[in-house]
């Protein structure tokens, strides 16, 4: 199950209104080809776009293992660490509802590359930058991760969460890069629909903060694991 969240927390931020409608922009930075080139070159954006998503991975892989490793430190007041985790990602639940304005969270932390390092280790560099630096769109989703991997303080379980996470942003990333010519039709019907997938992750870090912060996603967990056949868990 939290697998399962952390993807959907990643696919919500892939489908956040920061960052849906600048795919192509990436997608033509990255491979340094026109909307109508890259249609023609799927092989180029498929390779430009793994790099890229493999920089990000490795910026949030990072992340996640810093935050297990100070939930290692102060594993004697994880209880503490996951109620006020809780806390926090329902503050950052209603931020994206648009109930609270929190002044850090609306000021840009992107990275601005004017012109792209050259090579595929440029498009790296360029994923890498994406990980770090863009706040306002996936700070309040990747937060909320890391902070859930940091009240778990398992470095296994963190390291597979923030993947899930990143897969959740990445696989859609590659699909838009490999077709984009169908993501602009796709996104033309999401447009008027943005300011509700934000709503949407707002509402779902709020429910996960309140589990959080009543110990209920635990039980929670430890009951769905209970009805998990014993060959998968062994495998998972």
Known sequence: MELLIAFGAGLLS???PCVLPLIPSYVTFITGLSLDDV?????????????????????????GATATLLGQALLQYR??????????IIIFGFYLLGVLNIGFLSRE?????????????????????????????????????????????????????????SLGLAVPFLLSAVAVDRFSAFFQR????????????GAVLIGIGALMVTNYFTILASWLNS??????????
């Not at 249609?39 to 992340?63: D, E, K, P, S």
């Not at 209880?79 to 926090?88: A, E």
């Not at 009805?227 to 998972?236: C, G, H, M, N, Q």
């Open 14 to 16: 892939f489908l956040s």
């Open 39 to 63: 249609q023609n070159a799927r092989r180029a954006a498929l390779v430009h776009g793994t790099l890229f998503v493999l920089g990000f991975t490795l910026i949030f892989l990072a992340m």
């Open 227 to 236: 009805l998990t056949p014993a060959f998968l868990l062994e495998r998972i």
């Open 190 to 201: 999401m447009r008027g629909r943005m300011i509700w997938i934000s709503r949407i992750s």
């Open 79 to 88: 209880d503490w660490i996951s109620r006020i985790g809780g806390v926090v």
């Open 109 to 165: 932390r992107r990275f601005h590359v004017a012109d792209k390092p050259v090579g595929y280790f440029g498009t790296m560099f360029v994923g890498a930058a994406f990980g770090a630096g863009w706040t306002p769109c996936i700070g309040p989703m990747l937060g909320s991760i890391l902070l859930y991997t940091g009240s778990q303080a398992d470095l296994v379980k963190g390291m597979w969460l923030l993947l899930a996470y």
